[in-house]
């Protein structure tokens, strides 16, 4: 078995539906043909390096995949025939991998998905700003740099904590 990363360009004035049934019969196309689906990274709208089919702009998507040749050319004969496909590329990235190996890496993938997630919402949680409901007076405690004089060529550099007081505009 192989493993596979398939970059699918599809039409970017789609709707959100439409694009999630042809990743959808992607998925079904794999497994059908005894694959092994890993994971969908999905890079949004971009802007393309040149014009295809009167559009400057495509969808991106990265389609992770283990499987085998014929596998591959059944995906590719299906996406040329789909007419929300404007372009793709198959690239081999592992010559010889097995199913436990691949099943193991969705694993990894989905745990390292979910820290990264669980930091994300410990950062915003942190950096989030206190609101004063009574007052409308929004407050955040920022560390400020102060240089001070010594004797010597090198400034001490003391560390401060500062309030900042914003009147918030209730008119609204």
């Given amino acids: ?3 596979y990363e398939t970059i699918v360009i599809s039409d970017p004035d789609l709707q959100d539906q439409t694009r999630t049934e042809l990743f959808d019969k992607i998925r079904d196309i794999i497994t059908r043909e005894n694959g092994i ?3 969908l990274d999905d890079w949004g709208s971009k802007k393309l390096a040149y014009e295809i089919r009167k559009k400057l702009r495509g969808h991106y998507a ?5 499987g085998t040749g014929d596998l591959v ?3 590719e004969r299906n996406l040329r025939l789909n007419e929300n496909v404007m372009k793709f590329m198959t690239i081999l990235v592992s010559d010889d991998v097995t199913a436990e190996s691949l099943a193991q890496e969705v694993k990894d993938a989905e745990a390292a998905k ?3 997630d669980a930091a994300q919402a410990a950062a915003v949680a942190e950096n989030a700003t206190k609101t004063d409901a009574d007052t409308g007076v ?3 405690e920022e560390p400020v740099k102060t ?3 010594s004797g ?3 400034p001490a550099v003391q560390t401060e904590t500062q309030t900042a007081e914003t009147v918030t505009d209730d008119q609204n």
């Fill in 152 to 154: 010597s060529d090198k």
């Fill in 73 to 75: 050319k059944e995906l």
């Fill in 1 to 3: 078995m192989r493993k």
């Fill in 37 to 39: 689906f890993l994971y």
């Fill in 62 to 66: 990265c389609l992770t995949f283990g």
């Fill in 138 to 140: 929004e407050t955040s």
């Fill in 114 to 116: 979910a820290a990264s």
């Fill in 147 to 149: 240089a001070q004089a």
